[in-house]
Protein backbone atom coordinates (compact mmCIF):
# COMPACT_ATOMS: atom_id res chain seq x y z
CA UNK A 1 0.00 0.00 0.00
CA UNK A 2 1.30 3.28 -1.18
CA UNK A 3 -0.28 6.67 0.73
CA UNK A 4 0.70 9.88 -0.46
CA UNK A 5 -0.71 13.33 0.89
CA UNK A 6 -0.83 16.82 -0.63
CA UNK A 7 -2.35 19.85 0.00
CA UNK A 8 -0.38 21.39 3.19
CA UNK A 9 0.88 24.91 3.65
CA UNK A 10 0.93 28.15 5.61
CA UNK A 11 -2.03 29.87 6.48
CA UNK A 12 -3.07 32.74 8.98
CA UNK A 13 -5.16 31.74 11.92
CA UNK A 14 -8.83 31.45 10.81
CA UNK A 15 -8.34 30.35 7.17
CA UNK A 16 -8.74 26.82 5.69
CA UNK A 17 -6.85 23.71 4.04
CA UNK A 18 -7.84 20.71 2.14
CA UNK A 19 -5.76 17.52 2.62
CA UNK A 20 -6.06 14.93 -0.17
CA UNK A 21 -3.97 11.63 0.57
CA UNK A 22 -3.81 9.22 -2.68
CA UNK A 23 -3.77 5.31 -2.21
CA UNK A 24 -2.76 2.76 -4.13
CA UNK A 25 -1.92 -1.13 -3.86
CA UNK A 26 -4.76 -1.92 -1.44
CA UNK A 27 -5.54 -5.62 -1.38
CA UNK A 28 -7.73 -5.71 1.61
CA UNK A 29 -11.30 -5.82 1.11
CA UNK A 30 -12.35 -3.65 3.72
CA UNK A 31 -10.48 -1.24 5.48
CA UNK A 32 -10.18 2.07 7.54
CA UNK A 33 -8.40 5.28 6.47
CA UNK A 34 -7.57 8.02 8.65
CA UNK A 35 -5.60 10.90 9.28
CA UNK A 36 -3.19 11.89 12.42
CA UNK A 37 -0.98 14.45 12.97
CA UNK A 38 2.12 15.15 15.02
CA UNK A 39 3.22 18.59 16.15
CA UNK A 40 6.80 19.38 16.75
CA UNK A 41 7.78 18.03 20.44
CA UNK A 42 3.81 16.28 20.94
CA UNK A 43 2.91 13.18 20.72
CA UNK A 44 0.64 11.30 17.37
CA UNK A 45 -2.77 12.77 17.43
CA UNK A 46 -5.48 10.63 15.57
CA UNK A 47 -8.09 13.15 14.19
CA UNK A 48 -10.04 11.19 12.02
CA UNK A 49 -11.22 7.85 11.13
CA UNK A 50 -13.73 6.29 8.25
CA UNK A 51 -14.07 2.73 8.85
CA UNK A 52 -15.48 0.08 6.05
CA UNK A 53 -19.32 1.41 6.91
CA UNK A 54 -18.13 4.84 6.29
CA UNK A 55 -18.73 5.68 9.80
CA UNK A 56 -16.17 9.12 10.71
CA UNK A 57 -15.59 9.90 14.11
CA UNK A 58 -13.32 13.02 14.86
CA UNK A 59 -11.23 13.96 17.93
CA UNK A 60 -12.42 16.44 20.38
CA UNK A 61 -9.84 19.18 19.31
CA UNK A 62 -10.94 19.08 15.50
CA UNK A 63 -14.53 18.27 16.20
CA UNK A 64 -16.85 20.98 13.88
CA UNK A 65 -13.90 22.13 12.06
CA UNK A 66 -12.60 19.17 10.18
CA UNK A 67 -14.10 16.74 7.63
CA UNK A 68 -12.91 13.83 6.69
CA UNK A 69 -13.90 12.47 3.56
CA UNK A 70 -13.24 9.62 1.02
CA UNK A 71 -13.82 9.11 -2.36
CA UNK A 72 -14.51 5.13 -2.71
CA UNK A 73 -13.99 5.33 -6.65
CA UNK A 74 -10.24 5.80 -6.50
CA UNK A 75 -9.66 6.04 -2.67
CA UNK A 76 -8.53 8.55 -2.03
CA UNK A 77 -8.93 10.63 1.35
CA UNK A 78 -9.85 14.39 2.14
CA UNK A 79 -9.33 16.08 4.86
CA UNK A 80 -10.44 19.44 4.92
CA UNK A 81 -9.92 21.88 7.81
CA UNK A 82 -11.32 25.13 8.35
CA UNK A 83 -11.18 27.60 11.34
CA UNK A 84 -7.46 26.73 11.44
CA UNK A 85 -5.54 28.25 15.01
CA UNK A 86 -1.94 28.04 15.32
CA UNK A 87 -2.88 24.90 17.66
CA UNK A 88 -3.26 22.65 14.84
CA UNK A 89 0.22 23.77 13.44
CA UNK A 90 1.75 19.89 12.61
CA UNK A 91 2.55 17.40 10.27
CA UNK A 92 -0.81 15.41 9.18
CA UNK A 93 -0.25 11.84 7.98
CA UNK A 94 -3.09 9.83 6.09
CA UNK A 95 -3.15 6.37 7.37
CA UNK A 96 -4.65 2.67 6.42
CA UNK A 97 -5.12 -0.26 8.42
CA UNK A 98 -7.71 -2.89 8.32
CA UNK A 99 -10.06 -1.69 10.80
CA UNK A 100 -10.50 1.16 13.46
CA UNK A 101 -8.59 -1.25 16.28
CA UNK A 102 -5.54 -1.40 13.85
CA UNK A 103 -5.41 1.93 12.78
CA UNK A 104 -5.61 3.14 16.55
CA UNK A 105 -2.35 1.18 16.71
CA UNK A 106 -0.64 2.01 13.81
CA UNK A 107 -1.13 5.48 15.13
CA UNK A 108 0.52 4.93 19.02
CA UNK A 109 3.27 2.64 17.40
CA UNK A 110 3.80 3.31 13.66
CA UNK A 111 4.14 -0.60 13.47
CA UNK A 112 4.15 -1.38 9.72
CA UNK A 113 2.47 -4.71 11.17
CA UNK A 114 -0.87 -2.86 11.69
CA UNK A 115 -1.36 -0.98 8.69
CA UNK A 116 0.58 1.90 6.35
CA UNK A 117 1.21 5.42 6.58
CA UNK A 118 2.16 8.26 4.17
CA UNK A 119 4.80 10.85 4.54
CA UNK A 120 3.04 13.69 5.55
CA UNK A 121 2.23 17.22 4.56
CA UNK A 122 3.24 20.28 6.61
CA UNK A 123 0.03 22.63 8.10
CA UNK A 124 1.53 25.63 9.78
CA UNK A 125 -0.60 28.24 10.91
CA UNK A 126 0.23 31.64 11.81
CA UNK A 127 -1.75 34.12 14.68
Known amino acids: VQLVESGGGSVQAGGSLRLSCAAS????????MGWFRQAAGEQRERIATIDNYGSITYADSVKGRFTASKDPVNSTLYLQLNSLTPGDTALYYCALALDRGALALLVRTLSPESGAWGQGTQVTVSS
Open 25 to 32: GITYRRYS
